[in-house]
């Protein structure tokens, strides 16, 4: 009699394509990352390296970055309804990257009862996972030398870009979901990454997202990609792998930034840094960006995980016009006994109140915050399907928000404070 087999929770997702390790722009805490490609992007063209030509091909720029439940509750990226969220999008064709919040896995440090922390942690891989992206999918036909701070740059910032601008979708589960509500606008984010001074996390960050974009461009073309390198220089094929094998072991380390702690976060102490103490100017265009919030934290869920603080001196309104502008996916269990399904619909109801919203709201019925129930996870994935497959149709309204406009709070990564 045949024993009926029962199927993993994991089957059919894919294993990620990297493993590294990034610093937090907060304290320089080391970051569990990864990176999942797309299975079938590494046939889909290539570029060519060490010159300053980029080949185009058909493949538009998606990435997505998805952020885990609670840590101290054994959240990480391991989580079964992140990796099922994981393997929708990149059947939806994006690229996707994950990360372990302090704390969990991997990643050094400990989890904080402020959620402080965290919300720099997240912000440090947005800006890794848009420096990445267009490391690997360069939006400008001319590009400048691939160094460790500067990247594929523009030799002149009057190009027009040369590819539609990328699609970023920012999604969470739980409390990766009340983290994303955190999150600054995209350019706000983007804007700490351009201009840092060498010694800080931003540029380590931004070094770090050139050399695996270097180390992707090379898993790209096919193995006669770097056959073909011999014919303009016999020896630089070997001189190629050398630089990859480097770069690997690297990212793979955990690590300490070359800095004396007690410099920390500016070596300066009160002197003027020189313009040579910084970092050159690398802008990435804001992407076309769109969110997706399962199972989201509000009420006394979200008020316990941050210490029962809130963002000081910074309007949730006006974080909030992010779900208004944007095509924004909320997926939530009415059997969710954290946050009820009533206060779901009046937290949203607010948003569209003030303008005409983009939130597409799913309540699936049978499910709980863990979506452990029978169905429950393959309603998750229908519905996931569903939003995916219509968000990529729409063509979003995001406002690039004045960075003048923006409060000095918000533009800071915002702080926590006592209520």
Partial sequence: MAVPTTRSPTEGIPKPTYK???PSIHDDTALACRVYCVPDVFAK?????????AVTHPWIAKGAVVAHNYTGLGGSHDD???LTVVGELLRAGFMVGTFNLRGAGNSKGKSTWTSRAELQDYISFVGFFMYYLSGVYPPYSVIGP???FSGLTPVSSDLAPIRPPARLLLAGYSYGALL???LPHVPVILSQ?????????QAEIRRRAYRLAFITATDLPSPAYLASIEVFNPSAKQMLREKV?????ELKTPFVLVRAKDSWPNQYLGEDPSDEDYTARVEVPPPITHYLLVSMLLGPAASFVTGFRKLAGVDMKKLDEKFQYNPTGIIHGDWDKITSESRLSDWVADIEDRTEGKCHVRVVHGAG???KEKGAMKKLRSHLRRFLEGCLEQQSEEKSPNLATIPEQEEKSETMSST
């Fill in 369 to 371: 915050h863990s979506w």
């Fill in 20 to 22: 590294f390790f990034i």
């Fill in 180 to 182: 994303t509500k955190y």
């Fill in 80 to 82: 079964i309804v992140v």
């Fill in 45 to 53: 063209g290539r570029r060519v390296l060490g010159t300053h030509t």
């Fill in 193 to 201: 990454f351009s201009r840092a001074l060498k010694t800080s996390s």
């Fill in 146 to 148: 691939f160094d460790d």
């Fill in 245 to 249: 094998k480097n770069h690997r072991n």
